[in-house]
């Protein structure tokens, strides 16, 4: 088993070891999750991949999400991403929901930060790939934390983050979070940095869900949320992940960022399966949470369902 790296910051292959491996190995399994913790995001090519299989990889590394409400996959592991109408076989119009939440996905966002129970990791597989454009790309937030000035990661290093589902959706369309998704999902706050328990490092923890810093005038918490942002995907220091047939590529959640990126969506399909799994207080949940209250910041963006 071996690893080559995919970026210099961050990023690696398995080479030698399968889906199949770590899902029955031990020793394969050890293997890739020192690798997932050392190198945030890990590519495996050519695998013969199945919703079983899937499932069965990510569960080894913790208890899996349910798809949250109202998405493609609500009640099952899989959260579906895809412009292809199942009742239909057609791809959707531009303004369906489905084209909607791809292009939220097009933020920069990590995986479940809106969520009372954070996610540790991403799997997601891709199962109809369209002949351009429709790549992932990847931002390290532990490499964006080492590569802040000394006097800035001092200033933030408390602060806390008020994060939302409604506020990431509403950059896209105002009404694109239903109220059913609102009521599910109200807004959660975390530490800025997320330490990882097994090695040390700290990463920033934030993205496109996050809207206001405790403690702070709106604008001001939004502005250096929004430079943050900008540091840490710094073009310079981003991993451009161009998918190939058979490609399963798992991250980090709490020290990375990601977007899908355009492709002619409606001329070509795409279809994407993610396996999400929850962050325990051994991934370092407890140490992020924040103290701090609902009533303190409010949520922003009311938008009628
Ligand atoms: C995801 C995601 C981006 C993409 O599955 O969480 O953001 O490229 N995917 O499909
Ligand atoms: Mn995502």
């Known amino acids: 088993m071996d690893l080559r790296p995919l970026a210099p910051d961050f990023g690696a292959e398995v080479l030698g070891a399968t889906l199949i491996d770590v899902t029955e ?46 998405s493609l996959g609500e009640g099952t592991p899989f959260s579906i991403l895809t412009n292809v109408d199942r009742a239909t076989g057609a791809l959707v119009a531009p303004d369906h929901k489905e084209a909607l939440r791809a292009r939220a996905n097009q933020l920069w966002h990590t995986d479940s930060s809106f969520k009372a129970q954070p996610a540790l990791a991403s799997v997601l597989s891709a199962r109809t790939i369209p002949p351009s454009g429709g790549e992932t790309e990847f931002a390290s937030q532990r490499s964006a934390w080492a590569r802040l000035p000394e006097d800035m990661r001092a200033r933030i290093a408390d602060l806390c983050v008020w ?70 995907t710094d073009p310079a220091h981003t991993y451009l992940h161009r998918w190939q047939a058979g490609d399963v590529v798992m991250w980090d959640n709490r020290a990375t960022m990601h977007r899908g990126r355009p492709w002619p969506d409606n001329l070509h399909a795409r279809l994407m399966k993610r396996t999400t799994i929850s962050a325990s207080d051994a991934d370092g949940v407890a140490a992020t949470r924040a103290p701090c209250s609902g009533e303190t910041v409010g949520r922003v963006l009311q938008a009628a369902g």
């Open 163 to 232: 994060h939302d589902y409604a506020h990431s959706r509403g950059q896209i369309a105002p009404h694109l979070a239903s109220e059913r998704e609102r009521n599910a999902m109200p807004p959660v706050c975390w530490r800025i940095r997320w330490r990882n328990p097994v090695n040390g490092r700290d990463a920033l923890y934030l993205a496109s869900h996050a809207y206001a810093i405790e403690g702070m005038p709106r604008e001001e918490g939004y502005a250096l949320i929004r430079e943050l942002i900008a540091h840490v």
């Open 25 to 70: 190995r031990d020793d394969a399994y050890a293997f890739v999750r020192a690798a997932f913790e050392e190198h945030s995001v890990l590519l495996f090519r050519n695998q013969q991949i199945s919703d079983e299989l899937q499932a069965a990889y990510s569960r080894r590394f913790g208890e899996l999400e349910i798809a949250k409400v109202a």
